[in-house]
């Protein structure tokens, strides 16, 4: 029987893994694209307005803290690199920012939403009888929600927390925008703090949502 649960999370894991890649890669190129139409070359020039996953990889976000949460049965946690922006370059730089900034987590809501078309379609006109099609897609709906939801939370160095400073600069919020590694500390509280239990029901509530809409059955 473990043999059996070992092997049906390591079949979800593979299954995962591209829409995880496809997912940051988006998320990356859409907040370099959005940099650039504003006027900020930065990511650009380092090569970062593109869709290959290989460029906005993190050796530890995106390779090592994936397969070892796997491995220890743990939370699946994972990031990119983040796209390098210089908000100097942009006209107006409190507002151009906020676009830039939103533009991450808005990107994942449309590929959530083109995930859930597709799931709708397989799943209305039984195009495939594929289990591994079917989940395939949900991961895909389930992951750009997730992270739409939490890279809106306004905890550095998400981009809540930019967008956050980008509505309300002042000195607290730039201190606070500032505060490096114990933002990692508070995102690790949140994630086991009672808090948690609400934001996951926020995450299952939209995706019921879209998939009513879409006309996939909601349980």
Same mark, same amino acid.
Do not use: C
């Given at each position: 029987?473990?043999?059996?649960q070992?092997?049906e *999370?390591?079949?979800?894991?593979?299954?995962?893994?591209?829409?995880?890649?496809l997912s940051?890669t988006?998320?990356e190129?859409?907040?370099?694209?959005t940099?650039? =139409?504003k006027g900020?070359? %930065?990511? =650009?020039?380092?090569?970062r307005l %593109?869709l290959?996953?290989i460029?906005?990889? #993190?050796?530890v976000?995106?390779?090592?803290?994936?397969?070892?949460?796997?491995?220890?049965?743990?939370?699946?946690i994972g990031?990119?690199?983040?796209?390098?922006?210089? *908000?100097?370059?942009?006209?107006?730089?409190? =507002?151009d920012d /906020? &676009?830039v900034?939103?533009?991450?987590?808005?990107?994942?809501?449309?590929l959530a939403?083109?995930? /859930?078309? &597709?799931l709708?379609?397989?799943y209305?006109?039984q195009?495939?009888?594929?289990?591994?099609v &079917?989940?395939l897609l949900?991961?895909?709906?389930?992951?750009?929600i997730f992270?739409f /939801?939490?890279?809106?939370?306004?905890?550095?160095?998400?981009d809540?927390?930019? +967008?956050?400073f #980008?509505?309300?600069p002042n000195?607290? %919020?730039?201190?606070y925008?500032?505060?490096?590694f114990?933002? %990692?500390i508070?995102l690790?509280?949140f !994630?086991?703090s009672?808090?948690? =239990?609400y934001f996951?029901?926020m +995450?299952?509530f939209? !995706?019921?949502?879209l998939?009513?809409?879409?006309?996939?059955?909601v349980?």
């Open positions: 029987m473990e043999n059996i070992v092997s *999370r390591l079949i979800s894991f593979l299954l995962f893994i591209p829409i995880f890649l940051l988006v998320h190129l859409a907040h370099a694209f940099a650039y =139409k900020d070359n %930065t990511a =650009k020039n380092a090569g %593109t290959n996953p460029k906005h990889l #993190d050796i976000g995106s390779v090592i803290m994936p397969f070892a949460s796997f491995a220890s049965g743990f939370l699946l990031w990119a690199k983040p796209v390098p922006v210089n *908000r100097n370059n942009f006209k107006n730089p409190l =507002k /906020a &676009i900034s939103f533009a991450g987590p808005i990107s994942n809501f449309v939403i083109i995930f /859930a078309l &597709i709708s379609l397989f209305n006109f195009l495939s009888s594929s289990g591994i &079917i989940n949900w991961y895909g709906v389930f992951f750009n992270l /939801a939490f890279n809106l939370l306004p905890i550095p160095p998400l809540g927390s930019h +967008i956050l #980008d509505l309300f000195q607290y %919020t730039a201190k925008l500032g505060i490096g114990y933002g %990692t508070i690790f509280l !994630i086991y009672p808090l948690w =239990k996951f029901g +995450i299952n939209i !995706i019921s949502f998939l009513s809409i879409t006309g996939m059955p349980v």
